[in-house]
Antibody, heavy 126, light 106 residues
Framework: QVTLRESGPALVKPTQTLTLTCTFS??????????VSWIRQPPGKALEWLAL???????YYTTSLKTRLTISKDTSKNQVVLTMTNMDPVDTATYYC??????????????????WGKGTTVTVSS | DIQMTQSPSSLSASVGDRVTITCRAS??????INWYQHRPGKAPKLLIY???NLQRGVPSRFSGSGSGTYFTLTINSLQSEDFATYYC????????FGQGTKVEIK
């Protein structure tokens, strides 16, 4: 059974750095084709994809936050860590991690995030 | 970046209704689109992947179609547990969610 769980501080101050950890089980990030993504949802707003790390350590970030985000993995601990610098009240949100997997059909590889954590709520306030 | 335009942003429907939600991509994305259901306080749930493939365990009243730039999610015979917010997600180039469609009880 695949599970993911997010952990981190519930409250951070403006300008601080947020560090979130996704601890997963039921799959390995050393398996070809596996990835973990981070997604957030500010109150009353849509889901927003933030970052992804592949099994081969390739990393991808949303353009709008690229300068503030760093994603990394520790395969021995089955963890993926997301850091976000210079936090602002607009970064108040529920943060989710999710497994991304996929399959190949013809020329393309079709990806999807199939299992998500329950999310962790982060409030940015002084 | 590829933009996803999802519509409507909200709709009211009754149990038993058929509901259709659409997503348009700003450029062709082949069939690289997934659909999610999100209930308050819960993790988003994958319904459809690669445009039309039903995720294991998802009721067959959910279906997806489309390719290129135009995609639809259809819910046949809406049930009470289907009242939620639905999102499309493109994975062709980077990752981009649509703005969501809130399905409310009429």
């Amino acid at each position: 059974q695949v599970t993911l769980r997010e952990s981190g501080p519930a409250l951070v101050k403006p300008t601080q750095t947020l560090t979130l950890t996704c601890t997963f089980s039921g799959f390995s990030l050393t398996t070809r084709g596996m990835s973990v993504s981070w997604i957030r949802q500010p109150p009353g707003k849509a889901l927003e994809w933030l970052a992804l790390i592949d099994w081969d350590d390739d990393k991808y970030y949303t353009t709008s936050l690229k300068t503030r985000l760093t994603i990394s993995k520790d395969t021995s601990k089955n963890q993926v860590v997301l850091t976000m610098t210079n936090m602002d009240p607009v970064d108040t949100a529920t943060y989710y991690c999710a497994r991304r997997t996929g399959y190949q059909s013809g020329y393309y590889y079709y990806y999807y995030m199939d299992v998500w954590g329950k999310g962790t709520t982060v409030t940015v306030s002084s | 970046d590829i933009q996803m335009t999802q519509s409507p942003s909200s709709l009211s429907a009754s149990v038993g209704d058929r509901v259709t939600i659409t997503c348009r991509a700003s450029q062709t994305i082949d069939r690289h689109i997934n659909w999610y259901q999100h209930r308050p306080g819960k993790a988003p749930k994958l319904l459809i992947y690669a445009a039309s493939n039903l995720q294991r365990g998802v009721p067959s009243r959910f279906s997806g179609s489309g390719s290129g730039t135009y995609f639809t999610l259809t819910i046949n015979s809406l049930q009470s547990e289907d009242f939620a917010t639905y999102y499309c997600l493109q994975t062709f180039s980077a990752v981009q969610f649509g703005q969501g469609t809130k399905v409310e009880i009429k």
